[in-house]
């Protein structure tokens, strides 16, 4: 079984949308989770662009890094800077990478502009997580 955890500062878009994607893609028997070094709550577009590709992450929830679950991970993905930066101390055990996206949530204009820039970063993320769970399929 392989545990993976993503991290974002607030825990409202990227990580959200990873942790979606993950759990549409991997094996049911891996642990799956997403957290962040503050609580933003959930953003309504993730939820938004998430569905548009099936993968209803609206009863997920904007959630602090849990120290007992990193530690125990087997892969830990930061998805912005600052969550690299302050993400606890982790033992060499487990696996750190980091996709640096951009925040969707500071896009601005319309709606529908908002949106196609949440889309933009939902499909490389998407392509990631693709990527990362064929990877350790492979292993």
């Known amino acids: 079984m392989t545990q993976l955890y993503f991290l974002c500062t607030g825990n409202a878009c990227r990580s959200q949308m ?29 939820v938004k662009t998430m569905a548009e590709k099936q993968i209803d992450i609206s009863q997920q929830a904007s ?42 949530a500071q896009a601005t204009g319309s709606e529908a502009e908002r949106l196609v820039v949440f889309r933009e970063v939902r499909d490389e993320i998407e392509q990631r997580v693709t990527d990362l769970v064929a990877e350790l399929q492979a292993k």
């Not at 094996?27 to 709550?41: C, M, N, R, T, Y």
């Not at 530690?71 to 696996?95: F, H, I, N, Q, Y």
């Open 63 to 104: 959630k602090l890094i849990d120290r007992d679950y990193l530690l125990s991970s087997d892969v830990v993905v930061t998805l912005c800077g600052d969550a690299r930066d302050k993400c606890p101390m982790t033992p060499p055990s487990v696996e750190r990478r980091h996709w640096p996206f951009i925040d969707p």
């Open 18 to 46: 990873a942790e979606g994607f993950a759990r549409a893609l991997a094996p049911k028997d891996w642990q799956i989770a997403s957290a962040g070094v503050e609580v933003h709550g959930l953003n309504p577009l993730a």
